[in-house]
């Protein structure tokens, strides 16, 4: 190293140092979740129009609304998911050039990434889907219980994606209460984000605190039995 370039080097060392203490090079000081990447399960998207790019503002769960059944695999859903909603309106898709959700999780709490948070999500309902981040857990929720595998993971995910993009907990909704004509994310488990627990519990992750995550017991008109895993 010459004596010319002594200098430069020593500003450039600096100027690292304060973008990693100013917390630039690290968007988020929660540990991410594990997430099984696009790439693993078999992704095949199409390209994505700039016009869909977004800023994410809101973070939205949802329910599959589609019976969970035991020996169903995410991996495989998710592709299955992918190519029927890849299809155009006339061969029976939905013209999506990927998934409509950002992230999914499986019964087992195995989180599957969807489409680049980057891009805003799709709906099958009436609102507007700029800035949210769609967060989907498979099952339907009006004739299955949640599994408390997948309320910890959801509740993980949602921590470290609140904390990344800085969304309030009050952003932090069941799809029914963003959109229109719908009970997603169903009765078993939107009755957490409705009182405030699940919201309750993404602040104690985010904090660093225990979860201490304790779910109720089935409600009086169903359902009763938990997702299979």
Known sequence: MTLKTQPLMLSLCLLALL???????DESSITKPRVISAEAWGSDPLPMP?????EPRFITLHHAGVEWKAGDDPLVKARNLQSWGKKSVE??????PDLPYHFLIAPDGRILEGRPTKY??????TYDVNG?????????????RVSPAQVESAVRLVAWLAEKYEVDEKQIRGHQDVGTDT???GKDFSRYLKDGRFQTWVNRARAGEPLAIKLDEALEEGPTEIVPQ
Do not use: M
């Open 91 to 96: 061969e029976g898709g939905k013209d999506w």
């Open 50 to 54: 700039v016009s869909r790019l977004h």
């Open 183 to 185: 009970d997603c994310p």
């Open 19 to 25: 973008t990693a203490t100013n917390g630039i090079a």
């Open 132 to 144: 949210h981040i769609g967060v989907l857990l498979w099952g339907n929720f009006e004739i299955q």
């Open 120 to 125: 805003e999500p799709e709906t099958n309902t």
